[in-house]
């Protein structure tokens, strides 16, 4: 066993004993969760380039949010030839991160790894570490900082840092809008990104503005991108570092699969020499999707029309 999967071991079991004594149902009990429908896997290989970007999932029950998930899984499903990657930047589950939520969202989900695909996701102002832990306890083992969410995605061509910008109140009934990283989280990406010469995007639930993390980034010469959600509006950016340089960090907010606002997914092909994000959204609404035979107002679709299809490019920066 090497270290790498030696420590993530140890998380799994802290993490683990600290639910049982908190009367937690023991996370093995959860690994056999019904799905919602097992899919075949495609014929043909993974594409390791093709990643696939999703946000603000929202998942309750019995809402319109699993509905619209449901078809972003089986959108990805019919790529030929299909992503290697899903990331998921938070706000899997919806308002109080209930377990019966994320029991939820994993069954959307199932199909995905079932046909091979990694499935990564982050943590948003809606979720609870521990209760997606309970239900996604594998996931929750691959975390690189104890008592946080996260990861990183290893791709040939770039890696993804997925931050954990999450603030938990003590109170269940009740959600902290804003993000923020702590100090630890802040050294972890400095002496992570210390000489990193491969390109690599940082992403988290929440803006640069609300982690902070610009001054980490900009000392990164690799660092290519900065990517979240949270919005649920497609939007790309370019801030600058200071107005005495030439330099500028290339950002990217991504939809929502579902909840409110723009509704899609992102697809981000890694080229040689720079990657690719493409919108692909299916519908707008604001607060909640029309009922049936209810006129879509004129302004909700022509900003479908305009968005789907949208792209931003990011240059893969590397070290001189």
């Known amino acids: 066993m090497n270290r790498r999967n030696f420590l993530a071991s140890l998380t799994a079991l802290s993490m683990q004993g600290a639910l049982v004594q908190a009367g937690a149902e023991p996370l093995g009990s959860l690994m056999s969760l019904p799905k919602r429908q097992k899919a075949t896997k495609a014929s043909g290989r993974l594409d390791e380039n093709e990643v696939v970007l999703i946000s603000d999932m929202?998942?309750?029950?019995?809402?319109?949010t699993p509905d619209r998930l449901t078809r972003v899984v089986d959108e990805v499903l019919a790529m030929r030839p299909l992503p290697a990657n899903v990331i998921g930047l938070g706000d899997l589950a919806n308002l109080y991160g209930h377990v019966e939520d994320y029991e939820c969202a994993r069954r959307l989900l199932q199909p995905l790894e079932d046909a091979g695909i990694q499935?990564?996701?982050?943590?948003?102002?809606?979720?609870?570490?521990?209760n997606f832990a309970r239900v996604f306890p594998e996931k929750a083992a691959q975390t690189r900082l104890s008592g946080r969410m996260v990861f990183v995605v290893e791709t040939p061509r770039a890696d993804f840092i997925l931050l954990d910008s999450l603030q938990e109140d003590p109170d269940r009934g009740k959600w902290i809008t804003p993000g923020a990283i702590n100090e630890e989280q802040a050294q972890w990406l400095r002496d992570t990104l210390s000489g990193y010469s491969k390109p690599v995007f940082v992403m988290a639930h929440h803006s640069h503005a609300e982690t902070k993390v610009r001054p980490i980034l900009k000392e990164c010469l690799s660092c290519c991108g900065y990517i979240y959600g949270h919005?649920?509006?497609?939007?790309?950016?370019?801030?600058?570092f200071g107005w005495g340089q030439r330099d500028l960090l290339r950002t990217l907010c991504l939809p929502s699969t579902g909840y409110w606002g723009d509704i899609g997914y992102t697809v981000l092909r890694l080229g040689e020499?720079?990657?690719?994000?493409?919108?692909?959204?299916s519908d707008f609404f604001f607060n909640y999707p029309l009922k049936e035979g209810e006129e879509k107002p004129l302004q909700w679709s022509l900003l479908v029309e305009n968005n789907d299809g949208q792209e931003?490019?990011?240059?893969?920066?590397?070290?001189?």
Do not use: K
């Open 58 to 64: 929202h998942v309750l029950a019995g809402s319109h």
């Open 119 to 130: 499935v990564t996701l982050g943590m948003g102002n809606h979720d609870r570490r521990d």
């Open 231 to 240: 919005e649920h509006h497609w939007h790309c950016d370019w801030p600058i």
């Open 273 to 281: 020499d720079h990657a690719t994000a493409t919108l692909h959204q």
């Open 312 to 320: 931003c490019s990011f240059a893969y920066r590397r070290p001189a």
